[in-house]
């Protein structure tokens, strides 16, 4: 059985840095692209982040391009989004999913390739 769980989220201050992780287990992690998603209260979850699973390539949505680093250590099962310059519109609960495929496809951002969901963690930005 696929378990993802996340962690590191918490409140900061706009401006201010936060590294959430998510480790999988129940699955060959490096078979599958990986990806964050995030749901703000009233609003539809949105991607905002994918990598293939070697990896080298790697996607963002708009809002968090320049401010947002994914990266995945395979060997650790473990996926991380480095979040710097943090906005209150980055107020949200972050959820990692496990990808159908091993590349992020054309429409990543729209979660229907993603099969296992962690619980998310809430991430609070203080303006």
């Known amino acids: 059985q696929v378990q993802v769980v996340e962690s590191g989220g918490g409140l900061v201050q706009a401006g201010g840095s936060l590294r959430l992780s998510c480790t999988a287990s129940g699955l060959t992690f490096d078979d599958y692209a990986m990806a964050w998603f995030r749901q703000a209260p009233g609003q539809e979850r949105e991607g905002v982040s994918c990598?293939?699973?070697?990896?080298?390539?790697?996607h963002y949505a708009d809002s968090v391009k320049g401010r947002f680093t994914i990266s995945r250590d395979n060997a650790k099962n473990t996926l991380y989004l480095q979040m710097n310059s943090l906005k209150s519109q980055d107020t949200a609960t972050y959820y990692c999913a496990r990808g159908r495929y091993g590349y992020c496809s054309g429409s990543w951002s729209k979660k229907g390739d993603f099969d296992d969901w962690g619980q998310g963690t809430q991430v609070t930005v203080s303006s």
């Open positions: 990598i293939g699973r070697s990896g080298r390539w790697t």
